[in-house]
């Protein structure tokens, strides 16, 4: 069964507004998430390193203030896209970080389009 | 910063015939891992190798890694339709889980 689970799969919203993302750790607690962001027929590209307690910690060239990272519990990181814009479109996937670093599990992934 | 460039970028096979991959990257690392990703699906994890490690085998995959090149290869022996998807290298330099992903292979089998 699913390890990690992330939703909502697929969202649509209007350009100006703001979308929250969830990843859920399932069968473990989970202190650290990883949050992807993946263009069409791209690769991915790590945006931020989500640490339960305390703040995110951001790539290089990702907007804190745009993509705010929030990881309140052990179970559960989220990702919210604030004033969405249509570039802001691609497939955003989180990756929990496993007991073992032989585990990996990634989120199902969401599909977000901003019109 | 993106430092994994697969190739081919794209592959056709007949169904039944193997299929190989190829990763190359730039740094050190701890370990380099392989995904499969069906269209506009989440990531299926292969395999892990490590750095210490030069092959490793999974069912009908067999991963080889050379770190004196900075490369790895990924064979999928006798494919299956199943099997078309995206492929992903991706390296894990500090061994902490952070991962920089390869630019992919898109494969089809043609059955």
């Known amino acids: 069964g699913a390890v990690v689970s992330q939703h909502p799969s697929r969202v649509i919203c209007k350009s100006g507004t703001s979308v929250k993302i969830e990843c859920r750790s399932l069968d473990f607690q989970a202190t650290t998430m990883f949050w992807y962001r993946q263009f069409p027929k791209k690769s991915l590209m790590l945006m931020a390193t989500s640490n339960e307690g305390s703040k995110a910690t951001y790539e290089q060239g990702v907007e804190k203030d745009k993509f705010l990272i929030n990881h309140a519990s052990l179970t559960l990181s989220t990702l919210t896209v604030t004033s969405a814009h249509p570039e802001d479109s691609s497939f955003y996937i989180c990756k929990v970080r496993g007991l073992t670093n032989t585990e990996a599990f990634f989120g199902q992934g969401t599909r977000l389009t901003v019109v | 910063s993106q430092q994994g460039e697969e190739d081919p970028q794209a592959l056709s096979i007949q169904e039944g015939e193997n299929a190989t991959m190829n990763c190359s990257y730039k740094?050190?690392?701890?370990?380099l891992q392989w995904y499969r990703q069906n269209s506009g699906r989440g990531l299926v994890h292969l395999i892990l190798i490590r750095s210490n490690e030069r092959e490793k085998h999974s069912g009908r995959l067999r991963v080889t890694l050379d770190t004196s090149k900075k490369s790895s290869s990924l064979l999928i022996t006798a494919s299956r339709a199943a099997d078309t998807a995206s492929y992903f290298c991706?390296?894990?330099?500090?061994?902490?889980?952070?991962?920089?992903f390869g630019t992919g292979t898109r494969l089809t089998i043609i059955p």
């Open positions: 991706a390296t894990d330099a500090g061994g902490n889980e952070k991962l920089t």
């Open positions: 740094t050190s690392i701890n370990n």
